[in-house]
T-cell receptor
Framework: DAKTTQPNSMESNEEEPVHLPCNHS???????IHWYRQLPSQGPEYVIH???SNVNNRMASLAIAEDRKSSTLILHRATLRDAAVYYC?????????FGAGTILRVKS | GAVVSQHPSRVICKSGTSVKIECRSL??????MFWYRQFPKKSLMLMAT?????????EQGVEKDKFLINHASLTLSTLTVTSAHPEDSSFYIC????????????FGEGSRLTVL
């Protein structure tokens, strides 16, 4: 499975936008870029996924670089409930293999 | 969205006993389910892929005789930790997908196993 690299942690102020980066320089043409988040003592929650074009949903936006070697998850207005570990994962086959993720802290 | 439920959410057992954890897809059929384990402050580690009606596929380093997986129906997969020991204490999480393709996976709430 192709590897992703994310910062260990990031901090944001409440009500401000958050940009969570992910590098995936070895991505293959058929790999989808998935984002999940995990709150303490809970299972992961799907956030968004995309292949080539930018994607928007009610939770977030996903901006994918033209060469697909990096992507950015955008939370438009962070709330305290967005504090979680965010995982960027490449999915080409059946399974999801998690990396270390980014711990997002949101300050009030 | 689709719902995946795990039971029990917490279990404490004595060393040497076996523990079964159930994973159910409540409103969709799942031909494939995945089992993960997670240690404190660590990421999820994929243990095995559970396929309905056939044997599970285990990741390298995961003992198949230790972690028995059964996927007897399209809505139920079970993970049995046999002869559990304290080092098996962990957070076990299942996930499932509805249909084929590269869409989202749905995760259960997790089951915390403590072996005394």
């Amino acid at each position: 499975d192709a590897k992703t690299t994310q910062p260990n942690s990031m901090e944001s102020n409440e009500e401000e936008p958050v940009h969570l980066p992910c590098n995936h320089s070895t991505i293959s043409g058929t790999d989808y870029i998935h984002w999940y988040r995990q709150l303490p003592s809970q299972g992961p929650e799907y956030v968004i996924h995309g292949l080539t074009s930018n994607v928007n949903n009610r939770m977030a936006s996903l901006a994918i670089a033209e060469d697909r070697k990096s992507s950015t998850l955008i939370l438009h207005r962070a709330t305290l409930r967005d504090a979680a570990v965010y995982y960027c994962i490449l999915r080409g086959g059946n399974k999801l293999v998690f990396g270390a993720g980014t711990i997002l802290r949101v300050k009030s | 969205g689709a719902v995946v439920s795990q039971h029990p959410s917490r279990v404490i057992c004595k060393s040497g006993t076996s523990v079964k954890i159930e994973c159910r897809s409540l409103d969709f059929q799942a031909t494939t389910m995945f089992w993960y384990r997670q240690f404190p402050k660590k990421s999820l580690m994929l243990m095995a892929t559970s396929n309905e009606g056939s044997k599970a596929t285990y990741e390298q380093g995961v003992e198949k005789d230790k972690f028995l997986i059964n996927h007897a129906s399209l809505t139920l997969s079970t993970l049995t930790v046999t002869s559990a020991h304290p080092e098996d204490s962990s957070f076990y999480i299942c996930s499932a997908r509805a249909g084929l393709g590269a869409g989202e996976l749905f995760f259960g709430e997790g089951s915390r196993l403590t072996v005394l």
